[in-house]
C-alpha cells in the first residue's frame, strides 16, 4: 500500500488555516494554567497544508465501497439505494436542532412525525402499537423478549426457554441469551423451512417464545406458517418476527396476518437509512394489542389535537433508549414511506423478490442453488461446483472485489455448507444485475482455466488478501510513530 499516512506527510510548521495573530501573548495565557495542566512537549499532531488534509481524506474516503459507489449484494443486510431527499428532510434545522428537553408543547411537530410513523409501522407489521426507542434491530430484538417475559410474569408464568431454528440470524439466539434465556434449536426442513417434527417435540409450556424470520435467511417463505403459530400459540408461547429485512413482504403480506405477537423492523435496512458504518440505526418495535401495555416508556400520546408523552405505564418494562430512540432515523423513514406511499412499498417488495429471482435464475446452471424454490428477497448459492478446482466461496468473494463489486453474504446462513448469499434490493437496475452475472460467470471461467489467479485475489486492490485471523485476535489500531 502506497497511501502515506498523514503523520508521514506531514512537515513540521505547515499550516492548513491562516489565522491572525494572537492578541493575547502565549505567555500570559500560560500564567492563567496552573502549571500540572501545561504541557512539557507539544503534542505529535500533524501538520499539513489544506490541500494536502483534502486529498488525504478524499483519497481514504474512496477506498471504501459503498451502496453509492458500486452494487452490494450483502444477503441479509439490505444495502439498497438510499435517496438523499431523506438526509436533506433529517437536516431541516425543525428537526436537526431539536434538543430533547424542549418539552412537548414546542415539539409538536417531532412528536406528530414519531406518532404517524408509529401508525404506519403497526400497518406494515399488522400489530396494534410500536415504540420507536430501540436502536438497532438486535436492540429491538430485546426489547421484544422482554415484553414477552414481561407478559408470562403478569399471568404468574415463569418460562425459561426461546426456541430459535438452525437457519436464524446469530442476533437472536444472542438476544435469548442476554434475555436471560435458554436457547433451544430446532431444525430446517429439505424445503428450508422450520421442521414441524422437531418444532412440536421443542415446544411446551416453559417455551416464552420462537423466534422466526419469514422468510428466513435462507430468503425462503415458510407455508408453514400458520400451523408454526398454532403449534406455538396452543402451548401459551408468543411468536417472535425478525423484521430486520422486510423488503419482501412489505405492502403483501404482515407478520401480525401470520400469527405473530411481536415484530421489530430495521429502519436501516428496509427503510432506507444508510448503514454498515457503525450507525445510528433504528430498531421499532411492534406487538399485538394484549402487549401494548408492556411497550418501554414513555409512549407518544394524542389527546385533543395534541401529542404528550406518557409516562404513566405501570406495566411497562421501561426505558430502552434515553429519550425518544434515534430520531434522525425516523425523520429518514418517515420520509421515505411518505414520498412512496403504500403502493410504492409494495412495489419495492415486488421489485426486490423480481430481481433476486432474475439473479438466481441466471447463476443457477453455474453455481449450485441450496434451495431450489422461487425466493424472495435474497438467495443462497455455493460453490459446490467449483470445489474441485480447490477453490472455496472466500476466493470468489475476493475475486470479485478485483472487478469492483462488494462480495455477497457468505459462510451465512451456516447450515449451508460455503454459503453465499445474494440480495440484490429493488434500487439496481437491469443493466447492473446483468454486469454483476456476466462477472459471476466469468470468474466461474477463470476457476476452470487459471483457479489460481481466484485463489491468490484480490489483485486491484489497495490490500492484498489479509490473515483475517490475525487481523481479529491482533489488531493493530493505533499508529505508532518512528523515533
Ligand atoms: C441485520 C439483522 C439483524 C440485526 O440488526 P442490527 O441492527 O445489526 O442489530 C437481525 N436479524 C436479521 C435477519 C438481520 O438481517
Given at each position: 500500500m502506497d497511501r502515506k499516512l498523514i503523520f508521514e506527510i506531514s512537515r513540521p510548521g505547515r499550516r492548513g488555516a491562516t489565522l491572525p495573530a494572537a492578541d493575547v501573548p502565549v505567555c500570559e495565557v500560560e500564567k492563567l494554567i496552573p502549571p500540572e495542566y501545561l504541557r512539557e512537549e507539544a503534542p505529535n499532531l500533524p501538520e499539513v497544508s489544506e490541500i494536502d488534509a483534502v486529498r488525504h481524506f478524499t483519497g481514504l474516503s474512496a477506498l471504501n465501497h459503498g451502496v453509492d459507489t458500486g452494487f452490494y449484494p450483502l444477503g441479509s443486510c439490505t444495502m439498497k439505494y438510499n435517496p438523499k431527499v431523506n438526509e436533506d428532510m433529517a437536516r431541516l434545522p425543525g428537526f436537526a436542532s431539536i434538543h430533547p428537553y424542549q418539552p412537548a408543547e414546542l415539539t409538536q411537530g417531532a412528536l406528530e412525525l414519531m406518532w404517524l410513523t408509529e401508525q404506519y409501522l403497526a400497518e406494515i407489521a399488522g400489530m396494534a402499537g410500536v415504540t420507536l426507542q430501540p436502536a438497532a434491530g438486535a436492540h429491538g430484538e430485546l426489547t421484544g423478549l422482554l415484553i414477552i417475559r414481561a407478559y408470562h410474569k403478569s399471568r404468574g408464568e415463569n418460562r425459561t426457554r426461546v426456541i430459535v431454528p438452525d437457519s436464524a440470524h446469530g442476533t437472536n439466539p444472542a438476544t435469548a441469551a442476554v434475555g436471560g434465556f435458554e436457547i433451544v434449536q430446532v431444525k430446517s426442513d429439505e424445503r428450508g423451512g422450520v421442521d414441524l417434527e422437531s418444532l412440536r417435540s421443542a415446544m411446551d409450556e416453559n417455551v416464552a417464545a420462537l423466534m422466526l424470520t419469514n422468510p428466513n435467511t435462507l430468503g425462503?417463505?415458510?407455508?408453514n406458517i400458520v400451523e408454526i403459530a398454532d403449534i406455538v400459540h396452543k402451548k401459551g408461547g408468543l411468536l417472535y418476527y425478525d423484521g430486520a429485512n422486510a423488503n419482501a413482504i412489505?405492502?403483501?403480506?404482515r407478520p401480525g396476518d401470520m400469527g405473530f405477537d411481536v415484530v421489530h423492523f430495521n429502519l436501516h435496512k428496509t427503510f432506507s437509512t444508510p448503514h454498515g458504518g457503525g450507525g445510528p440505526g433504528s430498531g421499532p418495535v411492534g406487538v399485538k394489542d394484549f402487549l401494548?401495555?408492556?411497550?418501554?416508556?414513555p409512549v407518544i400520546g394524542q389527546k385533543n389535537g395534541m401529542y404528550f408523552l406518557d409516562?404513566?405505564?405501570?406495566?411497562s418494562i421501561g426505558k430502552m433508549h434515553s429519550f425518544y430512540g434515534n430520531f434522525g432515523v425516523v425523520v429518514k423513514a418517515y420520509t421515505y414511506i411518505r414520498a412512496l406511499g403504500g403502493e410504492g412499498l409494495r412495489a419495492v417488495s415486488e421489485h426486490a423478490v423480481l430481481n433476486a429471482n432474475y439473479l438466481m435464475a441466471r447463476l443457477r446452471e453455474t453455481f449450485n442453488l441450496a434451495f431450489d424454490r422461487v425466493c424472495k428477497h435474497e438467495f443462497v448459492l455455493n460453490s459446490k461446483n467449483q470445489k474441485?478446482?480447490?477453490?472455496?466461496t472466500l476466493d470468489i468473494a475476493k475475486r470479485l472485489l478485483d472487478y469492483g463489486y462488494h462480495p455477497p453474504t457468505i459462510y451465512f446462513p451456516l447450515i449451508v455448507e460455503e454459503a453465499m448469499m445474494i440480495e440484490p434490493t429493488e434500487t439496481e437496475s437491469k443493466e447492473v444485475l446483468d454486469g454483476f452475472v456476466e462477472t459471476m460467470l466469468k470468474i466461474a471461467e477463470e476457476i476452470e482455466k487459471d483457479a489460481e489467479r481466484v485463489k491468490t485475489a484480490p489483485h486491484n486492490t489497495v490490500v492484498g488478501r489479509l490473515d483475517e485471523t490475525l487481523a481479529a485476535r491482533q489488531p493493530v489500531l493505533k499508529f505508532k510513530p518512528s523515533e
Amino acid at each position: 500500500m502506497d497511501r502515506k499516512l498523514i503523520f508521514e506527510i506531514s512537515r513540521p510548521g505547515r499550516r492548513g488555516a491562516t489565522l491572525p495573530a494572537a492578541d493575547v501573548p502565549v505567555c500570559e495565557v500560560e500564567k492563567l494554567i496552573p502549571p500540572e495542566y501545561l504541557r512539557e512537549e507539544a503534542p505529535n499532531l500533524p501538520e499539513v497544508s489544506e490541500i494536502d488534509a483534502v486529498r488525504h481524506f478524499t483519497g481514504l474516503s474512496a477506498l471504501n465501497h459503498g451502496v453509492d459507489t458500486g452494487f452490494y449484494p450483502l444477503g441479509s443486510c439490505t444495502m439498497k439505494y438510499n435517496p438523499k431527499v431523506n438526509e436533506d428532510m433529517a437536516r431541516l434545522p425543525g428537526f436537526a436542532s431539536i434538543h430533547p428537553y424542549q418539552p412537548a408543547e414546542l415539539t409538536q411537530g417531532a412528536l406528530e412525525l414519531m406518532w404517524l410513523t408509529e401508525q404506519y409501522l403497526a400497518e406494515i407489521a399488522g400489530m396494534a402499537g410500536v415504540t420507536l426507542q430501540p436502536a438497532a434491530g438486535a436492540h429491538g430484538e430485546l426489547t421484544g423478549l422482554l415484553i414477552i417475559r414481561a407478559y408470562h410474569k403478569s399471568r404468574g408464568e415463569n418460562r425459561t426457554r426461546v426456541i430459535v431454528p438452525d437457519s436464524a440470524h446469530g442476533t437472536n439466539p444472542a438476544t435469548a441469551a442476554v434475555g436471560g434465556f435458554e436457547i433451544v434449536q430446532v431444525k430446517s426442513d429439505e424445503r428450508g423451512g422450520v421442521d414441524l417434527e422437531s418444532l412440536r417435540s421443542a415446544m411446551d409450556e416453559n417455551v416464552a417464545a420462537l423466534m422466526l424470520t419469514n422468510p428466513n435467511t435462507l430468503g425462503l417463505f415458510d407455508e408453514n406458517i400458520v400451523e408454526i403459530a398454532d403449534i406455538v400459540h396452543k402451548k401459551g408461547g408468543l411468536l417472535y418476527y425478525d423484521g430486520a429485512n422486510a423488503n419482501a413482504i412489505m405492502g403483501i403480506a404482515r407478520p401480525g396476518d401470520m400469527g405473530f405477537d411481536v415484530v421489530h423492523f430495521n429502519l436501516h435496512k428496509t427503510f432506507s437509512t444508510p448503514h454498515g458504518g457503525g450507525g445510528p440505526g433504528s430498531g421499532p418495535v411492534g406487538v399485538k394489542d394484549f402487549l401494548t401495555r408492556f411497550l418501554p416508556k414513555p409512549v407518544i400520546g394524542q389527546k385533543n389535537g395534541m401529542y404528550f408523552l406518557d409516562h404513566d405505564r405501570p406495566d411497562s418494562i421501561g426505558k430502552m433508549h434515553s429519550f425518544y430512540g434515534n430520531f434522525g432515523v425516523v425523520v429518514k423513514a418517515y420520509t421515505y414511506i411518505r414520498a412512496l406511499g403504500g403502493e410504492g412499498l409494495r412495489a419495492v417488495s415486488e421489485h426486490a423478490v423480481l430481481n433476486a429471482n432474475y439473479l438466481m435464475a441466471r447463476l443457477r446452471e453455474t453455481f449450485n442453488l441450496a434451495f431450489d424454490r422461487v425466493c424472495k428477497h435474497e438467495f443462497v448459492l455455493n460453490s459446490k461446483n467449483q470445489k474441485s478446482f480447490g477453490i472455496h466461496t472466500l476466493d470468489i468473494a475476493k475475486r470479485l472485489l478485483d472487478y469492483g463489486y462488494h462480495p455477497p453474504t457468505i459462510y451465512f446462513p451456516l447450515i449451508v455448507e460455503e454459503a453465499m448469499m445474494i440480495e440484490p434490493t429493488e434500487t439496481e437496475s437491469k443493466e447492473v444485475l446483468d454486469g454483476f452475472v456476466e462477472t459471476m460467470l466469468k470468474i466461474a471461467e477463470e476457476i476452470e482455466k487459471d483457479a489460481e489467479r481466484v485463489k491468490t485475489a484480490p489483485h486491484n486492490t489497495v490490500v492484498g488478501r489479509l490473515d483475517e485471523t490475525l487481523a481479529a485476535r491482533q489488531p493493530v489500531l493505533k499508529f505508532k510513530p518512528s523515533e
